[in-house]
């Protein structure tokens, strides 16, 4: 993630002389908050949150400490954070990424994320939603919510260093949904896959299925 070197840099962004657009919005510490159906530019804090209204309109949204919440009908063009969750409503566009380090990420119901949707800790959830890029995490549980659509696949990291953890992810993806490419799980996973799902090639794991909402 360039979050990271976002965070070291940014008191000199900030210094810089017309570094920011007009229409950017940026802090060092304190909240973001944009109002229903307003457009905007980046949205950039370290520590702090950043909530994006119904309907509103932003480009980048970047966030070090704190979580990220996009309203009904929003978009953007990427929502990255390291220390928080985030949350996409319903009829949400995102045309590039959704991640962060530490949190949970959920995707609203007829939600479309082009590029990948991804973590390290924290489950990912999606009801009735697109993801394009295809998730991938290290340690979080991901619920693959029924009618939803994942292309590019689904992979599941080996822990390592500071992201060790010996606890098996669950995964489930559920009835009528839909993940195009491998299912490549590098570690021991607890794999749940609907009679009625249709899924690419699995590696790694041996899938259980169940009949009915969840397993």
Same mark, same amino acid.
């Given at each position: ?34 109002? /229903?159906?307003?457009? +905007? ?70 939600? /479309? ?13 999606? /009801? ?12 979080? /549980? ?7 659509? +994942? ?37 021991? +996973? ?26």
């Amino acid at each position: 993630m360039r979050l990271v070197l976002f965070a070291l840099a940014f008191g000199g962004l900030l210094a810089g002389s017309g570094a920011l657009a007009d229409d950017d919005i940026s802090k060092l510490n304190g909240s973001i908050r944009v109002e /229903d159906g307003r457009t +905007v530019g980046d949205l950039d804090t370290v520590n702090g949150s950043i909530q994006l209204g119904d309907n509103a309109r932003a480009k980048d949204i970047e966030t070090v400490n704190g979580s990220i919440e996009i309203g009904h009908g929003a978009s953007a063009d990427s929502a990255e954070t390291v220390n928080g969750r985030i949350g996409i409503g319903e009829r949400v566009r995102i045309a590039r990424n959704v991640e962060t380090v530490n949190g949970r990420i959920t995707v609203g119901r007829g939600s /479309d994320i082009a590029g990948k949707l991804g973590n390290v800790n924290g489950t990912l959830r999606l /009801d009735g939603a697109h993801v394009g890029g295809g998730i991938e995490t290290v340690s979080g /549980d991901i619920e693959i919510g029924a009618d939803s659509r +994942v292309e590019g696949g689904i992979r599941v990291e080996k822990p390592s260093g500071w992201f060790s953890n010996n606890t098996s992810p669950r995964i489930v993806i559920g009835p009528r949904a839909v993940v195009q490419g491998k299912l490549d799980f590098r570690r021991d +996973v607890e794999l749940h896959v609907s009679d009625s799902a249709t899924v690419g090639e699995i590696v790694g794991a041996t899938p259980k299925r169940f009949s009915g909402d969840t397993p």
